[in-house]
């Protein structure tokens, strides 16, 4: 009997450390990660990235915006851009912009965040100036598994960046850049834009 209370404080003992070093870390995407590429659906340090032909890597010229710099994700605003995290993370930021302007009208971007089981967690409504306004989206409180963003605008495309949430890092293989991950594919807007440095 002995010996198997102590088997049990053994493994219950190794339950709390593993517990422990499996914490939640935060990791932030400046999509500069990898080589810039046209994705459908790309999968990179615990986040599953859906749409129709997005960028991950776009070129972004705009100087005065605080939220995106170097490198970015682009989306096309007739289609919806779906995060879908492997481990549920109370913590969702990204910075959104719309790059330049057709008309007048503000463009509506919407968040949507989702619970494990899909069940809606609340929206957020942006109105933003194309081309001179950006937002900061910010998640925190329960724990999201997936994040839509849908964009009801004439621009042909949005732009996010610095997408931060939190992972757990075991197993987790660092991502690093391969030779020529400074090359250009597209860019806001316009396919086959010039390189630039990368995000930050």
């Not at 851009?81 to 993370?89: H, N, Q, R």
């Not at 912009?97 to 971007?109: C, G, H, Q």
């Not at 194309?130 to 495309?157: C, F, K, N, Y």
């Amino acid at each position: 009997m002995l010996a198997v209370c102590r088997s049990i404080l053994r493994g219950i003992a190794l339950l709390l450390v593993t517990v422990a070093t499996a914490q939640a870390t935060p990791i932030v995407l400046t999509f500069d990660e990898i080589a810039p590429q046209v994705f459908d659906e790309l999968e990179i340090a615990g986040v599953s990235l859906s749409t129709s032909d997005g960028v991950y890597g776009a070129n972004h010229p705009w100087d005065w915006s605080q939220y995106l710099e170097g490198r970015v994700l682009e989306a096309p605003t007739d289609q919806l851009l779906i995060l879908d995290f492997e481990v549920p993370t109370t913590v969702v930021e990204f910075g959104l912009l719309l790059p330049f302007s057709l008309d007048d009208e503000p463009a509506i971007v919407s968040v949507e965040f989702f619970a494990a089981d899909l069940a809606s967690l609340g929206t957020d409504l942006l109105a933003l100036e194309p081309g001179t306004d950006e937002a900061l989206v910010q998640w925190d409180g329960a724990h999201v598994s997936r994040a839509v963003i849908s964009a009801e605008s004439l621009l042909p495309t949005f732009l996010i960046d610095n997408l931060t949430y939190l992972d757990i890092l075991e197993n987790r293989v660092e991502v690093v850049a391969p030779p020529g991950a400074d090359g250009a594919v597209g860019g806001p807007g316009l396919p086959g834009g010039s390189g630039g440095d990368g995000g930050a």
